[in-house]
């Protein structure tokens, strides 16, 4: 990535959502905590608990300014291997390098499957007005 994009886009702008989010918390010297977290990605069920693990470094409850942007530009701005780390630490529950069956029952049974798959079918139909969709 450009450095010049990163220093003077990238991170500023990390550092204004943790700015706000971090005035949320019942600690704003630690740094954000899990509720707003939670509140700020809308992920379901146990998926936002393991993001906010994932994002949290050194397991303090909080995530701070650094934990934060590191996070973020896994997300936003990394090659896939880093991505891919980042999916399978989220699945790897007990962090001993191994997913399980039952790591990804659990991570699959929090992901809205029915409702985005038969949403966008519908709408689908109603945009072309094709196949029946009238
Ligand atoms: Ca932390």
Redesign the pocket.
């Known amino acids: 990535m450009n450095e010049d994009f990163k220093k003077n886009v990238a991170i500023p702008y990390f550092k204004d959502i943790y700015k706000d989010l971090a005035a949320q918390s019942d600690s704003k010297s630690k740094?954000i905590n899990k509720v707003s977290i939670l509140n700020y990605t809308q992920l379901p069920g146990i998926i936002g608990e393991r993001f906010f693990t994932v994002l949290?470094?050194?397991?303090?409850?909080?995530?701070?300014l650094k934990?934060f942007v590191h996070g973020f530009f896994k997300i936003y701005y990394s090659d896939n291997d880093t991505k891919m780390k980042l999916a399978f630490d989220i699945y790897d529950f007990d962090h001993d390098g191994y997913i399980i069956q039952e790591d990804v029952r659990l991570i699959l049974s929090h992901v809205p499957i029915d409702n985005s798959v038969s949403g966008s079918v519908a709408k689908e139909g109603t945009f072309t007005m094709s196949g029946g969709g009238s």
């Open positions: 740094g949290d470094l050194n397991s303090s409850g909080y995530i701070d934990e």
